[in-house]
Nanobody
């Protein structure tokens, strides 16, 4: 049974940092790319960052380039999103996803609120 469980969200002041984690189980984690998405109130869910399975190559949305870093620890079946220089517009629910065996799975999300 595939499970993705996000954690690490919270309330942070503008300019602050948070590190999100997504713990995966039920599939061979190292074989699959992992993604972080976010959804702000009243907006569509958007792709924030991706990391490949093999080379660990990464891609980022323009809005977070230079501020966010996606990484993975295949030994711990976990993907991370280090978020620095946070802005109020980063406020959203953050989700991880993956597509093991061709089926798309999402975690339950973790709320990130950037406010003074």
């Amino acid at each position: 049974q595939v499970q993705l469980v996000e954690s690490g969200g919270g309330l942070v002041q503008p300019g602050g940092s948070l590190r999100l984690s997504c713990a995966a189980s039920g599939f061979t984690f190292s074989r699959y790319a992992m993604n972080w998405y976010r959804q702000a109130p009243g907006k569509e869910r958007e792709l924030v960052a991706s990391i490949s399975s093999a080379s660990g190559s990464t891609q980022y949305a323009d809005s977070v380039k230079g501020r966010f870093i996606i990484s993975r620890d295949n030994a711990k079946n976990t993907v991370f999103l280090q978020m620095n220089s946070l802005k109020p517009e980063d406020t959203a629910v953050y989700y991880c996803n993956s597509r093991p065996n061709g089926r798309l799975y999402w975690g339950q999300g973790t709320q990130v609120t950037v406010s003074s």
